[in-house]
């Protein structure tokens, strides 16, 4: 049985490919196409997951689409627009769009020349099965929150023995935990569905009690007022506040700005009271999302919990969830986003077709995307012009210059699925001085100076650094680090003392794992700084000539790529 997951319409477009219920390939369409959250057809995508399992399109027994679009039609566009002459202004403006939506599958057919079957599938189903499926857990509650599927804005299920029962599916658009967290972004002056991370990272140097100037109220009680429980599992947006539903792209309404003062504008100064909304905004996250879990974990019983949606890339609202110690276990897909749908997509058709889908091994590999030969990296070096041996010992080599203090970029296997480097696509230095941090932001990463880099450890020293009771594979769970060892990781470390932390295992990453033992042996320290090998506004690198390109054009010190280890004096 072989299924290709489509995720295409809206943002963070991408494809995945299985066979006989084994995940071969997930590739992220931004990658190739070098727009972030990319909304293009997958083309590329999609040739790479069939080129890397060796397939053509006419071998593909099942194109598993995500999102229910003719549901998403219906009730988005076609209900809304009886009951109101602003939404029906709103379908009339769209109407290109709602005649493209409508005509998806012809589109995949003729982009593809395929014939076979396609089935579409609900999109926080997808999501859910994307967490639930590789979790390894037997069964799980399941929570799904993005910014919309197809109307619905979550989805509460229980999954027993590779069966998945929906408890909850009343959240409808426009009440969205991540369309509000997008708004404030945009207010904030970044870009929505792009940058809620920065507010994630904003966040701690804020106080959500503060009063808001020349009013009587706190940041947290009035974000309070526009986030509104209903009831155990059912809370609403207040559209007098925030407002994404009668109109694109304006977000928040005169009654916000007035309390709240004027859009920030992109580069202008960062103040008090933008660091208390996103403050604000991260708490009221938190609130709702651990009151929900409360409730469920009480009327449904379950020990273990799978997470997914893009509001589940919000590390520190999991650890939150992992301190709370509600749940014994978490497994959060590592690309929660909407990218990661298609893969979900997979495990739905192919148990949908085989109910033999079910197994409790963890699907721990998140490489799955592009991958190259010794040869052609070779070649794509000697383009370039430049003249290079094989290193004799890449982990001795490497650390050496870690320890030195160099920037490393490390370039090795297939590429990870979702935005986290997981020592693929990495930049890597050592955890100290604290210093390492500000020079990495300001002078490779190009961003802002407060955002924080995760910390790499070898899972053997994980519980002698850091407070955390699971695994943290995928760098999804914000913890606290041990006083005692803060001053040997600064780099690290961020303002509130919490790191998001990747656990380092050898059976899911020999190379990183070598590497970061290597340099564990020169320093006695078990930890990198790990990155993703990009620069602000730049999706991560996913071939040997962007690679070396960026390599040559920003201060990274050394470019780590297969067994070759070119410095900047080989240029």
């Not at 207010?187 to 808001?212: Q, R, T, V, Y």
């Not at 004799?392 to 490497?398: A, G, H």
């Not at 699925?417 to 230095?429: D, M, Q, T, V």
Request: hydrophobic content about 35%.
């Amino acid at each position: 049985m072989k299924i290709l997951g489509i995720k295409y319409g809206g943002h963070d477009t991408s494809a995945a490919l299985m066979v006989d219920g084994n995940l071969i390939a997930a590739c992220a369409q931004e990658r190739y196409s070098l727009d972030k959250h990319s909304r293009k057809f997958p083309i590329d995508a999609i040739n790479d997951c069939l080129k890397i399992g060796g397939l053509k399109i006419e071998d593909i027994d099942e194109i598993a689409y995500v999102n229910k679009v003719k549901t998403f039609l219906k009730e988005i566009y076609i209900k809304p627009a009886f009951k109101s002459f602003k939404r029906l202004k709103f379908l009339i403006n769209d109407f290109d769009k709602f005649k493209k939506l409508y005509n998806t599958e012809k589109i995949v057919r003729k982009k593809l020349n395929y014939s076979g079957k396609i089935n579409f599938y609900r999109h926080h189903l997808c999501h859910i099965a994307s967490s639930y499926y590789p979790s390894g857990f037997k069964n799980a509650l399941c929570l799904s929150i993005d910014g919309m599927g197809e109307h619905e804005t979550g989805m509460i299920a229980e999954a027993n023995s590779g069966n998945i029962n929906i408890l909850n599916a009343t959240n409808f658009y426009p009440n969205s935990l991540g369309l509000l967290y997008s708004g404030i972004t945009n207010f904030l002056g970044w870009k929505n569905h792009c940058d809620e991370g920065i507010i994630m990272g904003l966040a701690p140097f804020g106080n959500p009690s503060a009063i808001i100037p020349n009013t009587n109220k706190t940041y947290i009680s009035v974000f309070r007022e526009i986030l509104r429980e209903k009831n155990e599992f059912e809370f609403e947006i207040n559209l007098d506040l925030v407002d994404f539903y009668n109109a694109r792209d304006k977000w928040v309404t005169k009654k916000f700005l007035n309390i709240f003062g004027q859009k920030r504008k992109y580069g202008d100064t960062i103040t008090d009271n933008h660091k208390n909304i996103a403050a604000a905004l991260q708490l009221r996250l938190e609130e709702v999302v651990l009151r929900q879990l409360k409730y469920a974990k009480k009327k449904f019983g379950y020990e273990n919990l799978c997470l997914a949606g893009g509001v589940a890339l919000n590390c520190s609202m999991n650890g939150k969830i992992e301190k709370s110690k509600i749940f014994k276990k978490i497994y959060i897909q590592p690309a929660s986003a909407d990218d990661g749908c298609s893969i979900g997509a997979c495990y739905l058709a192919h148990f949908n077709s085989s109910k033999k889908l079910f197994k409790e091994n963890k699907m721990y590999n998140s490489y799955l995307g592009s991958r190259f030969t010794k040869e052609e990296i070779e070649k794509e070096i000697k383009n370039f012009g430049i003249k290079v041996e094989k290193s004799r010992d890449i982990y001795k080599e490497t650390s050496k210059l870690l320890n030195d203090g160099k920037i490393i970029a490390w370039f090795q296997g297939a590429s990870e699925f979702g935005p986290r480097a997981l020592g693929n696509r990495s930049i890597l230095c050592k955890p100290s001085p604290a210093s390492m941090k500000d020079h990495l932001n300001n002078n490779v990463k190009f961003r802002e100076e407060f955002r924080p880099f995760a910390p790499a450890v070898l899972d053997k020293f994980q519980n002698d650094f850091f407070d955390i009771g699971q695994d943290s594979y995928h760098m999804l769970i914000a913890t606290t680090v041990k006083k005692e060892k803060k001053n040997l990781i600064p780099a690290v470390v961020h303002i509130d003392n919490t790191c998001r932390v990747q656990t380092v295992k050898r059976e899911i990453n020999k190379k990183f794992y070598d590497l970061i033992e290597e340099f564990y042996k020169l320093t006695n320290i078990p930890v990198l700084l790990n990155t993703s090998f990009n620069i602000k506004g730049q999706p991560m690198i996913n071939n040997p000539y962007e690679a070396i390109k960026t390599f040559i054009k920003t201060r990274i010190d050394v470019l780590v790529i297969g067994d070759f280890v070119i410095k900047k004096e080989n240029l």
